[in-house]
Antibody, heavy 122, light 107 residues
Framework: DVQLVESGGNLIQPGGSLRLSCVDS????????MNWVRQAPGKGLEWVSH???????YYADSVKGRFTTSRDNAKNSLFLQMNSLRAEDTGVYYC????????????????WGQGTLVTVSS | AIQMTQSPSSLSASVGDRVTITCRAS??????LGWYQQKPGKAPKLLIF???SLQSGVPSRFSGGGSGTDFTLTISSLQPEDFATYYC?????????FGPGTKVDIK
C-alpha cells in the first residue's frame, strides 16, 4: 500500500523559513508527479505546488517566489522549502501523489499523506 | 488563474436522498476536473477524475458529469458515511485550483 508521511511542521515567526518533507513507502516514487496542497484552519483546500517526475515545478501565485518544491528520488522524498512565511501560510500541508489516471493520463491525486501543521505567528 | 465556484456552499440532506453538487470554471477546462471528499481531520479522498471517471474502490452511487465549464457530482442515494465536504479541482492548467467546497450534513 502507498503511504505518504509528512513532517517538518512547526510554529514559526513571520518572515521565517521552514522545510517540509514527505516520504513515501510502497510505490515507485520516482515515476510519479507530486503535489503540495494546504488547508488553513476551518477553510478549504488550496493547491500549492507540483513537481513532475523529471523535476519541473509549478506554483500557486500566493507562494511563487517564496516556496520551492524539490524531490530526492533516491530517498523517495519530496520537500517544500518555505521562506518569508506569512500568517496566511498557516495551515495543514498535505503531500499528494498524482497518478495520471486513465487512458489519457488525467491528473488525479490518488494518495495523500496525513498532513503536517504549520503555524506562522509571533 | 482559473477560478472555480461551487454551489451550494452547504446542504442538508437525509440518508437515501439524491444529492447534486455543481462546480463551475471561469474558463473551459475540457474534462480536466476531479472531485474530492474530505471528512473532518482527514486527508481528502479522490472520488472522480476526468470529470466522470470513477476512481477504483469508490462506490457506484457517486457519479460525475459535465465538461467545459459546468460540472456536477451526484450521489444517487446518500449514505451515513457520505456526510463530508466535497471539492472540485481543475487540473487543466497551472496553477491548479480547487473550488471552495460544499459541505453535506445531516438534515
Amino acid at each position: 500500500d502507498v503511504q505518504l508521511v509528512e513532517s517538518g511542521g512547526n510554529l514559526i515567526q513571520p518572515g521565517g523559513s521552514l522545510r517540509l518533507s514527505c516520504v513515501d513507502s510502497g510505490f515507485t516514487f520516482s515515476g510519479y508527479s507530486m503535489n503540495w496542497v494546504r488547508q488553513a484552519p476551518g477553510k478549504g483546500l488550496e493547491w500549492v505546488s507540483h513537481i513532475s517526475s523529471s523535476g519541473t515545478t509549478y506554483y500557486a501565485d500566493s507562494v511563487k517566489g517564496r516556496f520551492t518544491t524539490s524531490r530526492d528520488n533516491a530517498k523517495n522524498s519530496l520537500f517544500l522549502q518555505m521562506n518569508s512565511l506569512r500568517a496566511e501560510d498557516t495551515g495543514v500541508y498535505y503531500c499528494a501523489r498524482d497518478s495520471s489516471c486513465g487512458t489519457y493520463r488525467y491528473s488525479c491525486f490518488d494518495s495523500w499523506g496525513q498532513g503536517t501543521l504549520v503555524t506562522v505567528s509571533s | 488563474a482559473i477560478q472555480m465556484t461551487q454551489s451550494p456552499s452547504s446542504l442538508s440532506a437525509s440518508v437515501g436522498d439524491r444529492v447534486t453538487i455543481t462546480c463551475r470554471a471561469s474558463q473551459d477546462v475540457g474534462n480536466d476536473l476531479g472531485w474530492y471528499q474530505q471528512k473532518p481531520g482527514k486527508a481528502p479522498k479522490l472520488l472522480i477524475f476526468a470529470a466522470s471517471s470513477l476512481q477504483s474502490g469508490v462506490p457506484s452511487r457517486f457519479s460525475g458529469g459535465g465538461s467545459g465549464t459546468d460540472f456536477t457530482l451526484t450521489i444517487s442515494s446518500l449514505q451515513p458515511e457520505d456526510f463530508a465536504t466535497y471539492y472540485c479541482l481543475q487540473d487543466y492548467n497551472y496553477p491548479f485550483t480547487f473550488g471552495p467546497g460544499t459541505k453535506v450534513d445531516i438534515k
